[in-house]
């Protein structure tokens, strides 16, 4: 892998589950590596962004009103998750709702917990997924010298920014994260922009990228499109009507009608393929070698042949589950719902739920439910039908299974196809500065 699309600490080439010692024996240690994506403070957060997929946990899975992952759970946990996996690094990534609220000791206990268990040889890194609107000198303190990764959610100028990202009485909060981005450079605390793609800022797409690259000074650029069904906060995925899907095209399969599958801020696919065309474009023109984008860097490794580093573009999925602060372990991050929580480490060990037959059936189904419309799909090895969570829709004869950002992720690919085939040969040939 080339430095300049090396790994992240967020990103692990993605490969499929095998659940049984016998297939595990014989495999490279990277294979029994997996991602738990932790909430030890459950859903609790201190801003209210509008469009937040996370913050109606609290009503649906009962949580009290200050989750707190209590210290025998989150011991366990780190115990659990270092002794699971036996690649040469363990990567926690600590989220929420709001995982600042739990306040620096409460890391600072974590750290403790992860040097009583750190095996020799073996490298701990924490990512820290934050609003910023509670980073000071002391926290930046704290993250500098335990070398957090820290990912901070910012949408872009204020004006768009603040137009779904509000504190609870609706006042902006562009200028808190302002602060805290001055406060992680004065402390050299490394940070990497998390923009939600909606479906405003999304026609505002240089705005936001020249933003992010040149004023805020990111390298590191993650870019998720907001895909929200109109009833995600009651409705698993994949519990859907089949009768309530419309078909790709139709008027229901975009944001803005009253019936739409979706919410009013998801982002229009076909703004998501405008979006990722112009990007690419002003990408490959002045920082190729010089700014990270997630999808961008995975889609040039898959061209090369390489596994997909994300596993939204992966032929498989599995890997990448959450821990809520009760101890509860969901299949992922986005299907924290009760139909998918997995079992708790509080009595089961961290591999067991992982290497099992259900988590493994959860990561093989994302290759295995993709509609023919998807399987006979030019783009198919670059985009494996992108997440299922976001499969709302039908195809043109009916199939159900459709991405709702297929037209999208099409016209990002038809667009960008020759000019990542001419990266990769650039790449190959050491053509290009990394
Ligand atoms: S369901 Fe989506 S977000 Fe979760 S692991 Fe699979 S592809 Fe990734
Ligand atoms: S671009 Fe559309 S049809 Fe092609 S694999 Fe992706 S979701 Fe399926």
Partial sequence: MNKLFANDSTMMEVIPLKTSEKDLSDKPAYERRFHVMAKPGGSKCNIDCQYCFYLHKEGLLHQPKQPQMDDETLERFIQSYIQSQDGDEVVFSWQGGEPTLLGIDYYRKIVALQKKYQPDGVTIQNDLQTNGILLNDEWCEFLKQNNFLVGLSIDGPAELHDKYRVTRSGKPTFHLVMKAVECLKKHGVPFNALTVVNRHNAKYLLEVYRFLTQELGATYVQFTPIVEPSNFKTTAPQFW??????????????????????????????????????????????????????????????????????????????????????????????????????????????????????????????????????????????????????????????????????????????????????????????KINQ
Wanted: charged share 20%; with cysteine.
């Fill in 241 to 430: 009507s089949d009768s309530m899907l419309p078909k790709l095209g139709e008027e229901l399969s975009k944001p803005g009608h009253p019936m739409s599958v979706v919410t009013d801020w998801s982002v229009d696919p076909d703004d998501w393929g405008h979006f990722l065309s112009v990007i690419f474009e002003e990408w490959v023109n002045n920082d190729l070698g010089r700014v990270l984008v997630n999808l961008f860097e995975t889609a040039v490794a898959q061209t090369m042949g390489k596994p997909s580093q994300l596993c939204v573009t992966a032929e498989f999925c599995g890997k990448g589950l959450a821990i809520e602060h009760d101890g509860a372990v969901y299949s992922c991050d986005h299907y924290v719902y009760p139909e998918y929580q997995v079992g708790n480490v509080k009595d089961t060990e961290l591999n067991k739920l992982v290497f099992s037959t259900c988590q493994e059936a959860f990561g093989m189904s994302k290759r295995e439910s993709l509609p023919q419309y998807c399987k006979s799909c030019d783009h198919l090895n670059l985009c494996w039908g992108e997440c299922p969570k976001n499969r709302l829709i039908r195809t043109p004869d009916g199939e159900v299974g459709l991405n709702y950002l297929c037209s999208g992720i099409k016209q990002f690919f038809d667009y960008s196809k020759p000019m990542l085939a001419g990266i990769a040969v650039l790449l190959q040939q050491n």
